[in-house]
């Protein structure tokens, strides 16, 4: 797979390029939260969109991405280039709340009384946070033997950040949120 | 859906000829380790483990003290699980497999939660 990464504004005019070349074929429109990855270009929604080129199937696809801002995100409609991409548009519009400009603003799966936007990794399960994970038992441990190491299961945020942090706190920053959600081994709680 | 000859495709589970039908999951017990990876990989939560460690017996003279664990129960949960096989790919010992069969109805979710003897196959 070949990669273009564009800005917001060229999203349309770097599509009809990509068209022009011959991938006329739509596979699919997708985002991803990149907030609290290590490594990541940080406080952004990257846009995702996949193209093929119909002359010759078994070529590597081309994949068209954009970085967002999360507060706020817009982006330019494909529906006039590809009109099935509006479906696609849908979804990330109410997973992600990403609006698309001259796209279709109605939903997609998500009923009309729902709030949120549940593909954000700030998005906490909260049925998670307050059942017991069954993975966080090391193997051979009992009652009688506890284990020191500590596991923590990923989408469920640490207490300290999420359902047990002190009221008298401010809620903490999106940022925060995901990156304590992520599990593996627990860590050590803050004194 | 017509009644065709089973096989892979439309039409077919392909269980009859591949054994590779979808029903349920099965535990080869001395295969289990009790390592909690499929506890851990399961994104419904659905299976239960408990063990402890014992010392392992049958030891060369003058060899070092060793424990092995041991399995207690294993539970999975059928009203919660979904069927998504993650927990049969990720066992490093290959003691989870697909079944063909599928978990019988029940009255309430507390029968569906099959233990060990349930779950080593039919």
């Not at chain 2, 399995?71 to 927990?87: H, V």
């Not at chain 2, 569906?112 to 080593?120: M, P, S, V």
Request: charged share 25%; net charge negative.
């Amino acid at each position: 797979m070949t990669g273009v990464r564009c800005a917001p504004e060229d999203w349309v005019g770097t599509t009809r390029d990509a068209v022009a070349r011959g991938y006329g074929f739509f596979e699919w429109l997708g985002a991803v939260d990149e907030i609290g990855r290590a490594g990541a270009p940080g406080d952004v929604l990257r846009v995702v969109l996949v193209l093929r080129d119909p002359a010759s199937p078994g070529a590597p696809t081309l994949r068209l991405t954009t970085e967002l801002p999360r507060d706020g995100p817009r982006l330019d409609s494909l529906g006039h280039v590809f009109a099935g991409a509006r479906w696609h548009e849908r979804e990330v519009a109410e997973m992600f709340g990403v609006v698309f400009v001259g796209g279709d603003p109605r939903r997609l799966l998500l009923g009309a009384e729902f709030e949120g936007t549940p593909m954000r990794k700030d998005e906490v399960l909260a049925a998670r946070a307050a059942t017991p994970w069954p993975g966080a038992k090391e193997p051979g441990e009992t009652a009688a033997s506890p284990s020191r190491r500590r596991m923590a299961p990923p989408g469920a945020p640490d207490p300290t950040v999420w359902g047990d942090r002190d009221p008298a706190d401010s809620p903490a920053p999106a940022e925060e949120v995901a990156a304590s959600a992520v599990g593996g081994r627990a860590r050590r709680r803050r004194p | 859906m017509t009644a065709g000859p089973a096989g892979p495709g439309p039409g077919g589970t392909g269980a009859a000829e591949t054994g590779a039908g979808h029903g349920s999951i099965r535990l080869v017990e001395e295969r289990c380790t009790s390592c909690m990876v499929c506890a851990r990989e399961c994104p419904s939560w659905c299976i239960t483990i408990d063990s402890h460690t014992e010392p392992v017996t049958d030891l060369p003279a003058g060899s070092r003290e060793r424990t092995q664990n041991v399995l207690d129960r294993f539970e999975i949960d059928w009203s919660l699980c979904m069927y998504c096989g993650i927990c049969v790919d990720e066992c490093p010992f290959d003691a989870l497999a697909w079944e063909p069969g599928h978990t019988d109805a029940a009255v309430s979710a507390v029968v569906l939660q099959h233990g060990i003897e349930e779950l080593r196959g039919r």
